[in-house]
């Protein structure tokens, strides 16, 4: 039987614990890290769910730092497959199963997905089904991502550094497809990721959408840096028009001090075929 590691990172999620937690608890060993929550979700996992391993940070370090911690425990217990899975998102009984029979019958696929799909499974997850309805796909973002752990040693872990909190997941896919691996759907395993879509401030826009996007475009190791780099420039002009904002112009300088960090990271990726 295949051994899965299921990696949680909660910060402030009691919402959806149970949902979340509850869906996979039976199925899986958990590997929980909670972001310095205020909410009580730390206590509560503790008593309710005494069967997961559950880091407490003492601050909140966003997304790759503590997802990569939970990747280099299933390498080194020798875990056959990791699974990332939002706070706010959780799997339809039988969803594991068979992602990880599909996952052992097609060792061609790097990662594999359930079917993403807003809560009651009423449709798809607006910005899962970009991606699910191209004929090749070349992402899905982590909210439900099944791994092997041989894929994971092969590829490496996330960037930390260029990507601490957006974007890991880009440039993860990125690289993955460089390998030569494949990005799938199981579409009989159905899963939910409630997102919520909230009013975000404009700074925050900004350095997602504009600064983390270059980042993700630079990084690329499946593209020449000079063809990005130009990429980046137009797109700094379209994203300072469309936010009416000097702020694109901020995050370009920061930008070309990252290029040094972006040509080592590619250069490590691109030693991962």
């Not at 699974?83 to 790097?110: I, R």
């Not at 809560?119 to 699910?132: A, I, P, Q, T, W």
């Not at 780099?229 to 994203?239: A, S």
């Amino acid at each position: 039987m295949k051994r899965v590691l299921v990696i949680v990172v909660t910060h402030n999620g009691m919402h959806w614990l149970d949902r979340c937690l509850g869906s996979v608890y039976a199925d899986a060993d958990l590997y929980l890290w909670d972001n310095d929550s205020v909410d009580g979700s730390a206590d509560y996992i503790q008593q309710k769910y005494p069967g997961a391993k559950l880091i407490r940070s003492a601050e909140n370090l966003g997304f790759s730092i503590p997802n990569n911690k939970g990747m280099q425990y299933a390498l080194d217990k020798g875990y056959d497959y990791a699974y990332l899975l939002n706070q706010d998102a959780w799997l339809e009984s039988g969803a594991l199963d068979k992602l990880v029979a599909t996952a052992d019958a097609h060792p061609e696929y790097g990662l594999l997905s359930p079917l993403q799909m807003t809560d009651g499974y009423l449709s798809l997850d607006k910005n899962f089904g970009k991606y699910y309805k191209k004929k090749d796909i070349k992402f899905i973002m982590a909210a439900h991502w099944l791994v092997p752990v041989a894929v994971i040693q092969r590829i490496g872990l996330f960037d930390e550094d260029l990507f601490p909190l957006w974007g890991q997941d880009d440039d993860w896919c990125h690289r993955l497809d460089f390998c030569g691996l494949k990005i799938g759907v199981v579409p009989e395993a159905r899963a939910v990721h409630d997102r919520a879509y909230r009013k975000e401030e404009k700074e925050t826009l900004v350095r997602r959408n504009y600064y983390t996007g270059s980042l993700v475009r630079l990084a690329d190791p499946r593209k020449p840096v000079w063809a990005s780099f130009l990429f980046v420039i137009l797109f700094t002009m379209v994203k300072a028009v469309k936010y009416r904002s000097l702020l694109p112009f901020k995050y370009f300088r920061q930008i070309l001090k990252d290029l040094p960090a972006v040509r080592k990271h590619r250069q490590i990726s691109r030693t991962r075929t």
